[in-house]
């Protein structure tokens, strides 16, 4: 019954018309990857079987009892001196049979220069976005694992602020003989509780998305798929404009294009070096199309690199994505078991396939 009640869910998340994209949208920080496994895999993946409790901040079905007592930090450096950090805590809870993670994700854009509308200086202050939240997932029969995540999301820009609640839904199949997974999840549903003074209230950057994973049996690669923004198909921004009056070409009006469609997907790969190394490679092709200009390159915009050393108490992870031509972030994280350092329950074994 739990089951169906979650299939329902997600079903009725494809009418969520209403819901819009881009710039937009408020609450935007959402769609930034929390942890380093999740940038390496190109920013957006709901499938890859990992002891890492920070993938469940993204799917909760991902969530395992092995991962009670995991903690996972992790420190973001970006652009212009803004930085981010992230702390999620998985906990299985035996008498319920259920999983649950808390998680949190804050971002520090530094001090700004407050000003009126003719400039004249009111002092400083510090924006900040975070969203807190909880899951929870549950097992059915033996491959099947659901869940669900509420947050609550708050933005502070000076005399501008705002929240929202909202709920991410999550479905995952995950055969361990046939190295196989593929999930489905419906983010960030949800709405403005306070808008911006002065605003009308906004929608939040709400995604469908359906992913797959596989391991090759004989070699040590895994491949992922992921497919995103399933409730609208046309994911370009054309601001003819903008171009127009900067020289650039504007978009294609044609309803189907192969640059289109592959705006909806991001690619992945996996190099399992033994059992303690992983070497990580991911590519998202709206985020290269998005931060090209003109006809100007792009470089490596669009591609990331990341790397694990996993041993028995902790996980090192390493992740280096390009947002800018020539230019890239770095995030760094740590998971620590912490039942094995203090001894806070029989959980917390690794797993995976």
């Not at 881009?22 to 609450?27: A, I, P, S």
């Not at 920080?29 to 999740?38: A, E």
């Not at 909806?264 to 490679?281: Q, R």
């Not at 998202?284 to 290269?288: A, F, I, P, V």
């Given at each position: 019954m739990q089951l169906r009640i979650l299939i329902?869910?997600?079903?009725?998340?494809?009418?969520?018309?209403?819901?819009?994209?881009?710039?937009?949208?408020?609450?935007?920080?959402?769609?930034?990857?929390?942890?380093?496994?999740?940038?390496?895999?190109?920013?957006?993946?709901?499938s890859q079987p990992s002891n890492d409790v920070g993938l469940a901040f993204n799917n909760?079905?991902?969530?395992?009892?092995?991962?009670h007592?995991?903690?996972?930090?992790?420190?973001?450096?970006?652009?212009?001196?803004i930085s981010s950090y992230h702390l999620s805590l998985g906990y299985h809870h035996p008498?319920?049979?259920?999983?649950?993670?808390w998680g949190l994700n804050y971002f520090n854009y530094g001090s700004t220069t407050e000003t009126d509308a003719s400039g004249n200086v009111l002092g400083k202050f510090r924006p900040i976005d975070w969203v807190m939240q909880v899951g929870a997932a549950r097992s059915y029969l033996d491959k099947w694992r659901y869940g669900l995540t509420i947050k609550f999301i708050s933005s502070?820009?000076?005399?501008?602020?705002?929240?929202?609640?909202?709920?991410?839904?999550?479905?995952?199949?995950?055969?361990?003989?046939?190295?196989?997974?593929?999930?489905?999840?419906?983010?960030?549903?949800?709405?403005q509780l306070k808008k911006y003074e002065g605003t009308d209230p906004g929608d939040l950057p709400f995604d469908l998305q359906v992913g797959f994973t596989k391991r090759l049996e004989k070699a040590p690669f895994g491949f992922s798929v992921t497919a995103h923004h399933l409730h609208q198909y046309d994911l370009s921004y054309n601001d003819t404009v903008f171009n127009n009056s900067s020289g650039f070409e504007n978009g294609s009006t044609k309803k189907f294009t192969f640059d289109?469609?592959?705006?909806?997907?991001?690619?992945?790969?996996?190099?399992?070096?033994?059992?303690?190394?992983?070497?990580?490679?991911g590519y998202?092709?709206?985020?290269?199309q998005e931060l090209n200009i003109g006809r100007g390159g792009n470089g490596l915009n669009g591609f990331s690199l990341g790397a694990a050393l996993i041993l028995e108490k902790l996980q090192v992870r390493y992740a280096r994505a390009h947002y800018q031509n020539n230019t890239a972030y770095n995030q760094f994280g740590l998971n620590m078991t912490l039942n094995k350092y203090f001894g806070l329950g029989k959980f917390g074994e690794k797993i995976g396939w």
């Open positions: 329902l869910v997600l079903l009725f998340s494809l009418q969520l018309n209403a819901q819009t994209l881009g710039g937009t949208t408020v609450f935007n920080f959402l769609k930034v990857p929390n942890t380093p496994q999740l940038s390496a895999l190109g920013g957006i993946n709901i909760p079905a991902l969530l395992r009892a092995e991962m007592s995991q903690l996972n930090a992790v420190f973001n450096s970006f652009y212009a001196g008498s319920l049979n259920t999983d649950f993670v502070n820009y000076g005399q501008y602020r705002s929240n929202g609640m909202a709920a991410d839904v999550g479905l995952l199949y995950h055969d361990t003989t046939k190295l196989f997974s593929a999930s489905l999840v419906a983010k960030n549903m949800g709405t289109k469609l592959f705006r909806h997907f991001v690619f992945a790969t996996t190099v399992y070096l033994g059992d303690k190394v992983e070497v990580t490679a998202n092709h709206l985020r290269r």
